[in-house]
């Protein structure tokens, strides 16, 4: 059975999912940059080994960065999962993990890398929006794309509503994505290719507005 460390910063919303889910994999240690993160009391009650490594801790992020490899490596993990993880990683830790480091993005990228990616998409108007699990490479939030959700844009939704939306996504599309890694079905290649293995696709589609029924 694979091991597994999640990295959080706050709510850890993602971290309930994946703890909830029956994923086929050990998660050896919660690690969070805040010692305040809720997501720290969920992961305690459900028994499991937490840490904190703060940034305020380290003059400069490549020390902060290898404090964290640091920890990370005490646990042996196969994957790294970051979870609501909002730090940028230096080059050097990500070349460290390349193909055994995973995030969650809310939007579907290459849309709205970054921040406020809700608020984008309401400015931008689009009509559809959504989330990427990703492998985490130097070139942020544009890492080969694991699997994505989406979700429609409502004319009546707010920055909030719309989060709660993809959120959910989230909560599905996660645990998925680390289960398939932990069983062997998803792995980056050499050529940083994402091969999935043995996984079911679908013709399915999101119309968003849906369209009229003209028959
Ligand atoms: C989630 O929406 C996640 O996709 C996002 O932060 C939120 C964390 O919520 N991550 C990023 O923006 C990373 N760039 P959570 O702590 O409740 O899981």
């Given at each position: 059975m694979k091991n597994i460390v999640i990295i959080i910063s706050g709510r850890g919303s993602n971290l309930q999912a994946l703890l909830n889910a029956s994923l086929e994999c050990r998660v050896r240690t919660v690690i969070s940059s805040r010692a305040d993160a809720a997501g720290l009391v969920f992961a305690k009650e459900k028994g499991i080994p937490c840490s904190v490594v703060s940034p305020h801790d380290h003059p400069d992020r490549a020390s902060f960065d290898a404090a964290l490899a640091l920890e990370i490596d005490r646990?042996?993990?196969?994957?790294?999962?970051?979870?609501?993880?909002?730090?940028?990683?230096?080059e050097a830790f990500v070349m460290r993990y390349l193909g055994r480091l995973i995030n969650i993005h809310p939007s579907l990228l290459p849309a709205y890398p970054g921040m406020h990616t809700h608020a984008k998409a309401l400015q931008d108007g689009v009509k559809i929006h959504g989330c990427t699990v990703h492998f985490v490479t130097p070139d942020l939030d544009h890492g080969p794309i694991i699997i994505q959700a989406a979700v429609p844009v409502l004319s009546r939704d707010t920055e909030q509503t719309l989060g709660e939306r993809v959120l959910r996504e989230e909560h599905r599309i996660y645990p998925?994505?680390?289960?398939?890694?932990?069983?062997?079905?998803?792995?980056?290649?050499?050529?940083?290719?994402?091969?999935?293995d043995g996984i079911r696709t679908e013709d399915s589609s999101l119309i968003s507005p849906s369209l009229e029924d003209i028959t």
């Open positions: 646990h042996d993990p196969d994957f790294v999962v970051l979870a609501g993880f909002m730090r940028i990683l230096t998925q994505a680390v289960r398939w890694l932990c069983t062997g079905k998803v792995r980056l290649d050499e050529n940083g290719k994402v091969i999935h």
